[in-house]
């Protein structure tokens, strides 16, 4: 029997008129890819806004490793364990590939900006920072300004970022957009492997990644999950070819 990590039930949503999000209920499972699909606009990364904690839902509950964090921060919450990226880039460009994870791991443990040590000498940033950059294969990048990666490397220092943190579940909010078929396979390959120590709640438009990495999957269309399954059944969904696949 797999564990359940992650569970969100009957989560709402409303921005003034627009309902984003209308009673979606999940869960996410230990060892597993469960992928997130739906049409632009259909309340993806609002979800994960809410699941994170930088959106209050107007209704509904979230659990981590069993424990409601509902109405946690989003500070409290990554400190329980919950990693994410985000859709849009947050690394600082001309700061090494380590100094960024290092300023990742430091901002989650609590400290304040002014009193920060000199990151490059504290081992408690360093060693977690080092063991996530292994696990991405970037640690031959460590030193390099994150200004001269390319688009795929800076993805994989986003998904280090929420590694060094030692998260129980990660979320990740399309991370193969802009990629190329290279990045799109080497990431594909890296979260593959990933999976089998933190479960990852997967937001993802190129379908090919999602067929191939999700053991289970949710379409999300109009801010209500239409379907859900593995790969083969929501593949062959009707409903889903019509609403999403455009068929
Ligand atoms: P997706 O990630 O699936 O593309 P979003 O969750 O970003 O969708 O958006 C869902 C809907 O909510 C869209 O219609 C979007 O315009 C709207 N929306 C998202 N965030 C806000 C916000 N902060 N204020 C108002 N409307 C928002
Ligand atoms: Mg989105």
Same mark, same amino acid.
């Given at each position: 029997m797999s564990e359940t990590v992650l569970s969100l039930n009957d989560l709402h949503k409303r921005f003034g008129a627009l309902q /984003? $999000? %209308?009673g979606v209920s999940l869960d996410l499972q230990e060892g597993e890819i469960h992928a997130l699909i739906g049409p632009n606009g259909a309340g993806k990364s609002t979800l994960i806004g809410q699941i994170a904690g930088s959106l209050a839902p107007d209704q509904g509950s979230v659990h981590l490793a069993g424990r409601e964090i509902t109405r946690l921060s989003v500070a409290q919450r990554a400190r329980l364990g919950l990693g994410r990226s985000f859709q849009v880039s947050s690394l600082a460009? =001309?700061?090494?590939v380590m100094r960024n994870v290092m300023i990742g791991v430091q901002a989650l443990q609590g400290?304040? *900006? %002014? *009193?920060?040590? =000199?990151?490059? %000498?504290d081992e408690s940033l360093l060693a977690p920072a080092r063991e996530a950059l292994e696990r991405m294969q970037l640690l031959h990048r /460590?030193? $390099? =300004?994150?200004?001269?990666?390319s688009h795929g490397e800076r993805r994989q220092v986003e998904v280090a970022c929420a590694l060094a943190l030692k998260p129980r579940a990660l979320l990740l909010d399309? =991370?193969? /957009?802009?990629?190329g078929p290279e990045g799109t396979a080497r990431l594909t390959e890296l979260l593959e492997a990933l999976k089998l120590e933190v479960p990852i709640l997967l937001i993802e438009h190129d379908m090919e990644a999602v067929f191939r990495l999700a053991d289970r999957i949710s379409v999300l269309v109009a801010g209500s999950i239409i379907a859900h399954g593995d790969s083969v059944t929501i593949r062959q969904d009707p409903q889903v070819r019509e609403a999403y696949l455009g068929d």
């Open positions: /984003a $999000t %209308r460009e =001309p700061l090494s400290h304040s *900006f %002014r *009193f920060w040590k =000199p990151v490059y %000498r /460590a030193d $390099t =300004p994150v200004s001269e990666l399309e =991370p193969m /957009a802009g990629l």
